[in-house]
């Protein structure tokens, strides 16, 4: 097996040497992360010259083919796989630790092409690394790629080039994505069990409609008795069930693009987004989710040294909420007529009271980040708590219901049964 001779980082920040044994250059970096250190260069211990590592010259032709290869065939971005949140957090802390430890942006950028762990994070930052080399700013070259960057990201990342902490900046960009990620993954991991249950307990529904209703009620048909009024009912419902079930799921796609359309529409959005903040039992883990979102956000940006107005800009486009956007941007306005931040999120009836009083405060103090990131942490911890509560009482309650339900069907069945047997 070849044994390679490598130079790498630590978490940390420290640079260490060493070899490795590997079939390849990918199966070494790949040993290497799983001890949590960063390539940022490897070759052949053969071509190892006055102690420096050499570059990977045998491997250079191919890799530059390949790239080649992938310039060719590069998609567009819409049909590109994006990088989820909790990647893009992972990918965006190691990239803060090669800067942090020093190295220059270039030498950064080609340790994160060869570290990357799948073909499209390599494939981004190979074109950032091209983008960078030919006088781009890293905030420019990240924006050509929308689908993986947001504004939030690219303004930041500008920001940070402006003040020279592009490091901080990034690993506050890390912490943030990663935030998020929590509590996105905390909201559907708490879901899944009650989604789990509702889904069997309709396919057992369903089973029994089809399958082992019809069955029975042939036979109580051939009697000719008067039946009882659920068996009736069950009868019809069986019947509707076997000759119509297209029927069923026409009008449920029909009701799914209609709410599409409806989306779409700006008035439209409008409205479904307002209904989610006040339904029932959702509406105020959606409602906190949100402004934890907003405090989180604009805690970020305005630690990252943007301005206040630039700032909302951006967190009126990531809050996904139309309501919520619209507040937003009227709070944009406000500030531009003179006020402050507090005045207009009291007056805007979408956000808690306490929120307004405690923004006053970090204004008056000149500690708003510090205020916002408290804000952030409680309401985030109010979100894990409603959702341990819905979950808690969801679980029982969809047991009962879908109990209840095929309690009802047996004895719709089982009632002129017992009636023939009796007689």
Do not use: C
């Not at 630690?303 to 951006?314: E, H, R, T």
């Amino acid at each position: 097996m070849p044994i390679y001779q490598y130079v790498a980082l630590s978490e940390a920040g420290k640079q260490k040497r060493g070899m490795i044994d590997a079939n390849s250059p990918r199966e070494a970096r790949d040993k290497l992360r799983l001890e949590r250190l960063y390539v940022t260069d490897i070759g052949l211990l053969d071509g190892v010259k006055g102690g420096a590592v050499a570059t990977k010259s045998g491997a250079a032709p191919v890799a530059g083919a390949r790239a080649g290869l992938r310039r060719e065939i590069r998609l567009p971005s819409f049909l590109q796989k994006r990088i989820g949140v909790r990647e893009l957090a992972m990918v965006t802390r190691q990239f803060a630790t090669l800067l942090k430890s020093g190295l220059p942006l270039s030498e950064a950028l080609n340790a994160m092409v060869e570290q990357a762990g799948d073909t499209t994070t390599e494939r981004i930052f190979r074109d950032l690394r091209e983008k960078i080399a030919s006088g781009s700013p890293l905030a420019e070259a990240l924006a050509k790629h929308p689908r993986q960057f947001s504004d939030l990201y690219v303004n930041m990342v500008r920001a940070g080039e402006a003040s020279g902490n592009l490091d901080l900046v990034l690993v506050r960009l890390a912490d943030y994505l990663q935030r998020q990620a929590s509590l996105r993954g905390k909201v559907s991991s708490a879901l899944t069990y009650p989604v789990i249950l509702m889904f069997l307990g309709t396919a057992v529904v369903i089973f029994l409609m089809s399958y082992v209703v019809p069955k029975i009620t042939d036979v109580l048909k051939q009697q000719q008795k008067v039946l009882p009024a659920p068996t009736e009912f069950l009868m019809a419902a069986s019947d509707f069930s076997k000759g119509y079930w297209w029927l069923v799921l026409l009008a449920a796609a029909g009701v799914y693009i209609l709410y599409r359309v409806i989306v779409r529409t700006k008035r439209g959005r409008f409205v479904v987004d307002s209904y989610k903040l006040r339904m029932p039992l959702f509406g105020p883990v959606l409602k906190k989710q949100a402004v934890a979102r907003f405090a989180s956000t604009l805690a970020t940006l305005l630690k990252s040294g943007l301005p206040a107005l630039d700032s909302l800009k951006i967190v009126a486009q990531v809050v996904n909420n139309a309501l919520l956007t619209k507040v937003i941007e009227e709070i944009h306005t406000r500030i531009l007529e003179g006020a402050d931040i507090a005045t207009p999120v009291k007056r805007s009836r979408v956000f808690p009271p306490g929120i307004g009083y405690m923004i006053a405060i970090g204004e008056q103090s000149g500690q708003l980040e510090e205020v916002l990131e408290r804000v952030t942490e409680a309401y985030e911890e109010e979100v894990n708590l409603t959702i341990q509560r819905m979950t808690t009482i969801m679980e029982p309650l969809i047991l009962v219901i879908m109990a209840s339900v095929v309690l009802l069907i047996i004895l719709a069945v089982l009632l002129p049964l017992i009636e023939l047997q009796n007689i």
